[in-house]
């Protein structure tokens, strides 16, 4: 997890997120998976705190700090996906500010990496339009540090993450975007 410091968070969050792909693909902090394996949304579970009160309320994000590469990310970071409210431990319960959109790479970029991050919630947050996933307005240079920030959420609780470079799948993932 240390791959992730300080390009997106400042120090390794204490828990870590299960995240697994179809075909029981597992992201294991910073494995290898291709953009063809990754194009679905993925199902991601995690240890709720002892002690957490029922009404708590979470988010996760998907972020990718390394657009348009490592080396160059002028688009740091690309927002992949953005749940919040939500209730528990049940992504699909909370509310898309942002639908998922797997990993696309441009070719000859190397390996970027695709980091989740839950942090928990001091109040409600405004659900604003949902970025559908055949945009890109709205994801380029997100910032996860600042959404933390305006929304008050302190340091994320748990993380994880995997990485991919381009393969076959991508120019079929970018003709979905219509804007």
């Known amino acids: ?33 291709t953009p063809t394996q990754v194009k ?9 705190d002892e002690g957490q009160e029922r009404d ?14 490592r ?13 919040v409210n939500i209730p528990g431990d049940d992504p699909c319960r909370g509310y898309a500010l942002a639908e998922y959109i797997g990993a696309g790479p441009p070719l000859n970029t190397g390996l970027h990496r695709y980091v989740f991050l839950l942090y928990r919630q ?5 659900q ?10 709205g994801r380029l240079n997100f910032s996860a540090r600042d959404f933390a920030s305006k929304h008050r959420l302190g340091s994320p609780i748990a993380a994880n993450y995997f990485q991919a470079q381009y393969d076959d799948y991508v120019p079929i993932r970018n003709k979905l975007f219509t804007g």
């Open 122 to 126: 001091r109040e409600k947050i405004e």
């Open 40 to 48: 679905d949304e993925p199902k991601v579970t995690w240890e709720s």
């Open 1 to 33: 997890m240390e791959d992730i410091v300080p390009d997106v968070v400042d120090s390794v969050p204490k828990g870590r997120l299960q995240v697994m792909y179809g075909g029981n693909l597992f992201v294991e902090q910073g494995n290898a998976l």
């Open 71 to 83: 080396a160059d990310p002028e688009f740091r970071e690309i927002l992949h996906w953005a749940m």
């Open 56 to 69: 708590t309320l979470l988010t996760l994000l998907m972020v990718d700090p390394d657009a348009p590469s």
């Open 128 to 137: 604003t339009a949902t970025i559908p996933k055949t945009i890109r307005k």
